[in-house]
Nanobody, 118 residues
Framework: QVQLVESGGGWVQPGGSLRLSCAFSGSGYSHYIMGWYRQAPGKQREMVARISSGGSSDLADSVKGRFTISRDNAKSTVYLQMNSLKYDDTAIYLC????????????WGQGTQVTVSS
């Protein structure tokens, strides 16, 4: 069974930076596309960034140039480096693991709160 545990959220002023981490436990880490999603109050969950085991990444337009996703396959961990944070980045950030060949193999972490406020 796959489990995802996020860490690194918190409060930051506009323009600041945070790095989120998501530790994957279970088997087959390299068979998963790892991603970060976020959900703000009253809004739908949206994809922020995704990365394949080979390192190919996809970022939402709203975060391009500010956020970077990376993964350490040896540590089974995915990171989201968030720079130049804006008020609109305030949300719960959730880690996602999606199996590349088995659609039911989708897992979510419990989420970590990111608050951008002055």
């Amino acid at each position: 069974q796959v489990q995802l545990v996020e860490s690194g959220g918190g409060w930051v002023q506009p323009g600041g930076s945070l790095r989120l981490s998501c530790a994957f436990s279970g088997s087959g880490y390299s068979h998963y596309i790892m991603g970060w999603y976020r959900q703000a109050p009253g809004k739908q969950r949206e994809m922020v960034a995704r990365i394949s085991s080979g390192g190919s990444s996809d970022l939402a337009d709203s975060v391009k140039g500010r956020f970077t996703i990376s993964r350490d396959n040896a540590k089974s961990t995915v990171y989201l480096q968030m720079n130049s944070l804006k008020y609109d980045d305030t949300a719960i950030y959730l880690c996602n693991a999606a199996h590349i060949a088995w659609s039911p193999g989708t897992y979510w972490g419990q989420g970590t709160q990111v608050t951008v406020s002055s």
